[in-house]
């Protein structure tokens, strides 16, 4: 009688389910380390930072954005070098695009500079009035090539009348009877003033 209850207890236990098993199989949850890695890295794609995405222009007037589309087919704002664009918090015009009063007249004129093909060209564009504007080409270079990205390495800004600057070739001071047009490479600017109907470049600061 003995041995039958326990050859009762023995088939009863080895028909019984095996919920353990089934539980395993069902919820794998991988080792710990990589489950950790999963939730705390996040995918390092989406904290990617696009270099080449380009600032917009200043509003310019309708005339002179047709005479650069003629005379610059396809051109588009450059991209700038990074120790340019940190400059960008102080406020001033520049880098891209600047206005003043650089002619006679007292209309107000505008100088950029733009990418063309592999050029970085620095223009002025100045109002002569009853909506007519005149392009002049200040300076033509070649992009900097920064590991394949073509780069901008000149910074614009406005040079106020009434300032003196020092001809740095030559001595001479020359006291601005109208604003300026600055063109900065590094420690380099190079200062561009109308006179006679165009534009004359000085080396101010070396």
């Not at 930072?49 to 509003?59: A, G, K, R, V």
């Not at 900097?144 to 740095?168: C, I, K, M």
Request: proline share 5%; with cysteine; charged share 25%.
């Amino acid at each position: 009688m003995k041995n039958l209850a326990i050859l009762l207890i023995l088939v009863a236990f080895s028909c019984s389910p095996k919920n353990e098993e089934v539980k395993d199989e069902q919820i794998d949850l991988g080792p710990p380390a990589e489950a950790l890695d999963s939730a705390a890295s996040p995918d390092k794609d989406a904290t990617k930072i696009n270099e080449t995405s380009q600032e917009t222009y200043l509003p310019l007037p309708q005339p002179v954005l047709q005479l650069l589309a003629q005379k610059y087919p396809g051109h588009k704002q450059p991209i700038l070098t990074q120790g340019i664009r940190a400059q960008d918090d102080k406020g001033e015009q520049g880098p891209f695009v600047i206005s003043g009063y650089f002619t006679d007249d007292t209309y107000l004129d505008h100088a950029l500079q733009l990418q063309h093909e592999k050029n970085v060209i620095i223009v002025a564009a100045t109002d002569i009035g009853d909506n007519q504007w005149r392009l002049h080409e200040l300076k033509r270079d070649i992009l900097f090539n920064d590991r394949g990205t073509l780069r901008s390495v000149y910074d614009l800004n406005v040079t106020e009348q009434g300032q003196e600057l020092q001809n740095a070739e030559t001595g001479e001071t020359l006291k601005l009877q109208k604003d300026a047009i600055g063109v900065k490479f590094e420690d380099n600017i190079t200062t561009y003033v109308y006179q006679n109907n165009g534009f004359t470049a000085y080396i101010t600061s070396r």
